[in-house]
């Protein structure tokens, strides 16, 4: 009778405890788990044990929802800081930052026209384009010599690896460059300055068909203005010469293999656009001189050097140290330019100061222009303010 009673009791027990047990889905556990839960035995019940569900309260709910959402953190884990924590003192410095980049292009600027103005000078009285480039290398090589053993600068750190990096870039770099002094010593500076903006057409059409990559459509309209600029510009030429124009599209061509080769040659490279342009300019000196000598020579250059001096006097060597110098200092500002900002704002400089040395070189050596040249120019230009910004 006892027993009868105890298991009444049980049973009543356990039907009123199964509607509150209702609220709570019970876990299913896939049979393997079920068994070895089963072997394992009943674990003892901790307080600090999670359930594996909980019931949403509605008053938790609501108050998580009216709760302000805590305030952003100062940085990051990977150390970068969130764009709406600026920190304080942002504004100085964003500003400082704007004021050097405009003094580097401001002088960038500068420097490139007084160099192409002395280049013109030189290749006027001078016209040996091969001696001409050697030296503009050989100024910019010793400069940096200088300064690196008076410790003005600080020298790299480089490694075969370098060098083995840094070579196809010296190669194209050569290339360009005495391309487009062959090109300036036979055309006017305009001219020449006018076809080199045409170089995002070589750029574009170079990475299509020799790297397979793909370009949306508008940058492929923006070549349109660029292309056609360049041709109404070409033949509507007062002073036109084949050779001429042909060392302004090889240096175009030339100076996008150096980007695509200076792109993938120096990735993980910790060198200064300053250094690096240094190490370029000495082993682009290297690569130049036998081919120099080759096509003209010492006595040719002796020859021609005497014919300068009687013509234009003492101030002929001036002209040809500052068209050295000027060389080196105009690409070092570009490329310590290239450190402070990103490649569409240094294609936007890079336009805007093919401009400034058009107007100039015009002004100066009194360049005539025709109407119709002029539009060309002006589109080619306007094509490649385009391209940049698509």
Known sequence: MLAAAAS???????TATAPKMALFKPLHLPPLFAAAAAAAGPRPLSLSARPLYRQQDPLFLASRVASPAPPPPSATADGARPVEAAPAGAAPEE????????????????LNVIFNIYNKKVLNAFPYPWLTSTLSLAAGS?????????????APATDLDFWKALSP??????????AATVSMAKVAVSFTHIIKSGE??????????????????????????????CAL?????????????????????????????SKKGMKGKSVSGMNY???????????????????????VWAAGWQKAVAEIGPNFVWWVAAQSVFYHL?????????????????????????????????????????????????????????????
Request: net charge positive.
């Open 8 to 14: 009444v009791k049980l049973s009543t027990a356990g």
């Open 95 to 110: 500003a400082a930052r704007r004021a050097k980049i405009g003094v580097y292009f401001a002088t960038w600027w500068a």
């Open 142 to 154: 010793a400069i940096m010599l200088a300064s690196w053993a008076t410790r003005i600068a600080e």
């Open 169 to 178: 870039v010296a190669i194209a770099h050569t290339i360009g460059h005495v």
């Open 200 to 229: 995002p057409a070589f750029s574009v059409l170079v990475s299509r068909f020799f790297l397979g990559e793909h370009f949306p459509a508008p940058v492929y309209f923006s070549l349109l203005p660029i292309i056609g600029g």
């Open 233 to 261: 510009a070409a033949i509507t030429e007062l002073n036109f010469n084949m050779i001429g124009f042909m060392g302004a599209m090889i240096s175009n061509l030339a100076f996008v293999f150096r980007n695509i080769f």
């Open 277 to 299: 342009y240094a190490c370029l300019s000495m082993l682009s000196l290297v690569i130049l001189l036998p081919f120099a000598f080759a096509m003209e020579g010492p006595k």
């Open 330 to 390: 105009y690409n070092q500002v570009s490329y310590m330019s290239l450190d402070e900002i990103s490649p569409l704002t240094f294609s936007i400089g890079n336009t805007m100061k093919r401009i400034s040395v058009i107007v100039a070189s015009i002004i100066i050596f009194h360049t005539p222009v025709q109407p119709i040249n002029a539009l060309g120019a002006a589109i080619a230009i306007l094509g490649t303010f385009i391209y940049s910004q698509v």
